[in-house]
Nanobody
Framework: QVQLVESGGGWVQAGGSLRLSCAAS????????MGWFRQTPDKEREFVAA????????EYSDSVKGRFTISRDDAKKTVYLQMNSLKSEDTAIYYC?????????????????WGQGTQVTVSS
């Protein structure tokens, strides 16, 4: 069973930065594509960013492109989301997700494993 544990959420003023981490308890982390999603009470879970298992190719939603950076450290079995120039509309619960042996997708249904989420609040 794969467990994903997010950390790094919190409160920040608009324009500030946060870095989220997602640590995976899995033997072959390098075999997983990883994604970040976010959700607010009034919206469905929304794709934010993903990094592939081969080549660490990255994808971003248009709303975060140029502000957020996803990266992975296979030795530490951790994926990161560096969030800069934060806006109030980035306020959400952020979830880490994993899928084994395939390229990441933009849809939540692609992913097999999910973390419990970490709250990010951006105050304007």
């Amino acid at each position: 069973q794969v467990q994903l544990v997010e950390s790094g959420g919190g409160w920040v003023q608009a324009g500030g930065s946060l870095r989220l981490s997602c640590a995976a308890s899995v033997r072959t982390f390098s075999g997983y594509s990883m994604g970040w999603f976010r959700q607010t009470p009034d919206k469905e879970r929304e794709f934010v960013a993903a990094v592939s298992w081969i080549g660490a190719r990255t994808e971003y939603s248009d709303s975060v492109k140029g502000r957020f950076t996803i990266s992975r450290d296979d030795a530490k079995k951790t994926v990161y989301l560096q969030m800069n120039s934060l806006k109030s509309e980035d306020t959400a619960i952020y979830y880490c997700a994993a899928v084994f042996g395939r390229d990441p997708g933009l849809e939540a249904g692609v992913y097999t494993y999910w973390g419990q989420g970490t709250q990010v609040t951006v105050s304007s």
